[in-house]
């Protein structure tokens, strides 16, 4: 019977934050990837990566909430 | 569902991993970080042993060969003994940095996450837990969440835990690295589970990361660990360690 490998992973230890507060983290990644849409475009799967990132590390909450927030204009990350 | 009571199996252990009446030690470890945990408590402890029965030996000798009845010698102008005021500052200043090299290192060991393979959202609320697994999105785009209650006594089935068992619990893989990332929605809640060795603050507006290797299957429970309102004591974690394989199965059955 051929077995399927199925492999797992998720957003890596980045090294910019090495200690247990990983806030500035997803902060990061999230920004990170919508930078990356505004530099490549939307179209492009290059930036996949960074999504799937943020959306492991990040509160489901805290997306919602900054994806309003981008909408409105008023979000605070560096975009 | 586990079967937890091998009656007719000799090789099978029954592990404590939930707290027992009258229980003195740890729990037993499932995984690196409480067996460490265990392993330097109890090599302290020892040590523990021999001063507290020797300070208790001086004490006691003290007591019952100096009191008045036996010996009337009062050494009224006593004030300093230069020599055995060293002797007592310096010697306990030297166990305490003999406990603080292991200890600091099984601290440091366990604040590291090197290369995690899932991340669990942990979300604590005024009274449950809610769990997110988002590193696999079905084809709608939604991640597998879910919240957590206890069983309330009126609806505890035979042979379900007391103020611990939980309508859904948290279905993780044994033998794979998994990331917590622990938050709270309300007010500051506490993840903990002894037999995992995990106890960490879930503070609103922080991300705190922790991480678990589970090294068996089972089931092990902990409940909340900060006080945050009446139903504190009545939202407790339930952690379901299974093979890849049934994991993989439960994933498939919740996207």
Redesign the interface.
Known sequence: MAEET?E??????DFRFP?????K??FTRYFEYHKCLKAKGEISNECEKYA?YY???????WIQKWNEQRDQGIFAGPL | MFNLFPLFSANTAIFNDAPQPWQLGFQDGASPTQEGITELHDSIFFYLVVICFGVLWVLSSVIVNFNSNKSQLVYKYANHGTLIELIWTITPALVLIAIAFPSFKLLYLM?E???????V?V?GHQWYWSY?Y??F?NEDGE?I?FDSYMVPETDLENGQLRLLDVDNRVVVPID?HI?F?V?G?DVIHDFAVPSLGLK?DAVP??????SVLIEREGVFYGQCSEICGVYHGFMPIAIEAVTPEKY?AWIDSQA
């Not at chain 1, 959306?55 to 909450?61: D, G, I, N, Q, V």
């Not at chain 2, 996450?113 to 991340?119: G, R």
């Not at chain 2, 507006?205 to 922790?210: D, E, F, H, P, S």
Request: aromatic share 0%; net charge positive.
């Open positions: 199925v797992i992973k998720t957003a890596p230890a200690s247990q507060n990983q806030t983290h997803c799937k959306r492991s590390l990040c509160p489901l909450e | 604040d996450v090197i290369s995690p393979s899932m991340t959202k979300a997110e988002s590193d999105i991640s969440e794979t990331r990332i938050t929605a960490i507006g922080r991300l705190n990361q922790t993989l």
